[in-house]
T-cell receptor, first 113, second 113 residues
C-alpha cells in the first residue's frame, strides 16, 4: 500500500495564485521529499524536509511537516504556467537495512495562464 | 551531463515475450532502483541495488529480474511479459543514505498485448 497520499488529487488555479498540496503518511519517517513530474518525463527532486524540521523554504516553495499528524504540505507561491505538473510526496526510512523511498499517488496541478 | 539514461523510450511486446529495459547512470551513484508507474497508484518499487553485485526486491518484484554487474548499469528483465506489466517504468539512482534525493530517467513506456 502507498505510504503517502496526496490531497487533492487534482488542482486547477489561475496564474499568480498560490497552490497548496497536502500529503499524509502512515509510519514513522526519516525524511519527506517532494518531487515534480512534467508530462512524459521522469520525476525531479524539489525539496527535502527532515523529520526534526517543521518548515523549509526553497525559492517559491514552502514545505511544512507535522510528524504528530503524519502530514506535510507543499505551497507554491505566485504560480506560473510552467508549474503545471504532477507533484509527489515521498517518504524515506530505513527498512530491512536499506533506504526505502515510498511515493504517494500525486497531485496533478494545472496553472491556467 | 547525461544523468540517468533509460532505453528504449517505448516498447510493445506480445504476451510471453521477454525483454530487457536498460538503465545507465554516470553520477557514480551506488543506489539504483526500478519503479513502475500506473494511473492512480503512484510509483511502486520493483527492485533496487545498493552496489555492484547487490540487489534486493521491492514491493512488486514478481515477473522481473535484475542484476548489477557494474556501478553504472542496472538492467531490468521481463521474463515472460504479461498484460499486467503494461506500465511506465522509471529507473532512479542516488547516493546511498537516507535522505539522498533520487535522480530519475525519463521512463520506458511498455505495452504488452
Amino acid at each position: 500500500s502507498q505510504q503517502g497520499e496526496e490531497d487533492p488529487q487534482a488542482l486547477s488555479i489561475q496564474e499568480g495564485e498560490n497552490a497548496t498540496m497536502n500529503c499524509s503518511y502512515k509510519t514513522s519517517i526519516n525524511n519527506l521529499q517532494w518531487y515534480r513530474q512534467n508530462s512524459g518525463r521522469g520525476l525531479v527532486h524539489l525539496i527535502l524536509i527532515r523529520s526534526n524540521e517543521r518548515e523549509k523554504h526553497s525559492g517559491r516553495l514552502r514545505v511544512t511537516l507535522d510528524t504528530s499528524k503524519k502530514s506535510s504540505s507543499l505551497l507554491i507561491t505566485a504560480s506560473r504556467a510552467a508549474d503545471t505538473a504532477s507533484y509527489f510526496c515521498a517518504t524515506d526510512a530505513y527498512s530491512g537495512g536499506y533506504q526505502k523511498v515510498t511515493f504517494g499517488i500525486g497531485t496533478k496541478l494545472q496553472v491556467i495562464p | 551531463n547525461a544523468g540517468v539514461t533509460q532505453t528504449p523510450k517505448f516498447q510493445v511486446l506480445k504476451t510471453g515475450q521477454s525483454m530487457t529495459l536498460q538503465c545507465a547512470q554516470d553520477m557514480n551513484h551506488e543506489y539504483m532502483s526500478w519503479y513502475r508507474q500506473d494511473p492512480g497508484m503512484g510509483l511502486r518499487l520493483i527492485h533496487y541495488s545498493v552496489g555492484a553485485g547487490i540487489t534486493d526486491q521491492g514491493e512488486v518484484p514478481n515477473g522481473y529480474n535484475v542484476s548489477r554487474s557494474t556501478t553504472e548499469d542496472f538492467p531490468l528483465r521481463l521474463l515472460s511479459a504479461a498484460p499486467s506489466q503494461t506500465s511506465v517504468y522509471f529507473c532512479a539512482s542516488s547516493l546511498v543514505g537516507v535522505g539522498s534525493p533520487l535522480h530519475f530517467g525519463n521512463g520506458t513506456r511498455l505495452t504488452v498485448t
